[in-house]
């Protein structure tokens, strides 16, 4: 079946330095799957924080970006220079378009926390 | 502007007894709508999707239920509830199948 793995967390970083978050996946039913980052941030519901649905194409958000790589079937979530405020749960999602079923293969979720 | 809407907030059941969890979306007409739920430690499992009223289909075997008695309206139930059932649960919507957009999810303890 479809699969997610991402880095297991927690990952902790100070402000200001960069950030990578490892998503590889395994796409067996889906014949063009579209990838997604999902983000709970402390209190909140989960947000979609950017998606890409073509590969070869980056996606970003909020300083945040995502570039899928079909011949390694990844899709790492990369940050420049991180803030306290980028402490959340992160998630990355792979779906398909246009199906009706809809569904949407998560990995485990990563922590990610940001230090002053 | 869409809004989602799901309760209770949280729920403490006891093994055995009935659940009914809601959910309604406003401001979006005919959405796809779905059921997710997330273990302790585990990761997030779609378990319904519905695309019109009165039509829910299954994903995963929990010996769980849903229905969609209107367009704007998702119920997750149970007669019987087990430890395993308890967790987070998660409301979407979205609009053919791409990406989906989540309530503030209902967490529950079974004991």
């Known amino acids: 079946g479809d699969s997610v793995t991402q880095t297991e967390g927690p990952v902790t970083v100070s402000e200001s330095e960069s950030l990578i978050i490892n998503c590889t996946y395994s796409?067996?039913?889906?014949?063009?799957?579209?990838l997604f980052w999902y983000v709970r941030y402390p209190g909140e519901g989960l947000q979609l924080l950017l998606k890409?649905?073509?590969?070869?194409q980056k996606g970003s958000s909020r300083g945040f970006e995502a570039t899928y790589n079909k011949e390694t079937t990844s899709f790492h979530l990369q940050k420049a220079s991180v803030q306290e405020s980028d402490s959340a749960v992160y998630y990355c999602?792979?779906?398909?378009?246009?199906?009706?079923?809809?569904?949407?293969?998560f990995g485990h979720g990563t922590i990610l926390r940001v230090h002053p | 502007a869409q809004t989602i809407h799901q309760w209770p907030v949280a729920e403490i059941k006891a093994v055995g007894s009935p659940l009914s969890l809601g959910c309604t979306i406003k401001?979006?007409?005919?959405?796809?709508l779905y059921w997710y739920w997330q273990a302790t430690g585990g990761t997030l499992q779609q378990l319904f999707y519905?695309?019109?009223?009165?039509?829910v289909e299954s994903v995963v075997q929990l010996n769980l239920s849903a229905s969609r008695p209107k367009d704007d309206q998702f119920i997750l139930s149970t007669e019987k509830l087990l430890l395993s059932h308890s967790g987070f649960y998660l409301c979407?919507?979205?609009?053919?199948?791409?990406?989906?957009?989540f309530g503030p999810g209902t967490r529950l303890t079974v004991l």
């Open positions: 796409a067996t039913s889906i014949a063009y799957p579209n």
């Open positions: 401001g979006k007409s005919s959405p796809n």
């Open positions: 999602a792979l779906g398909e378009t246009g199906a009706n079923t809809g569904k949407l293969t």
């Open positions: 519905s695309i019109t009223v009165g039509q």
């Open positions: 890409v649905i073509t590969a070869g």
């Open positions: 979407a919507w979205s609009l053919w199948g791409v990406e989906q957009y």
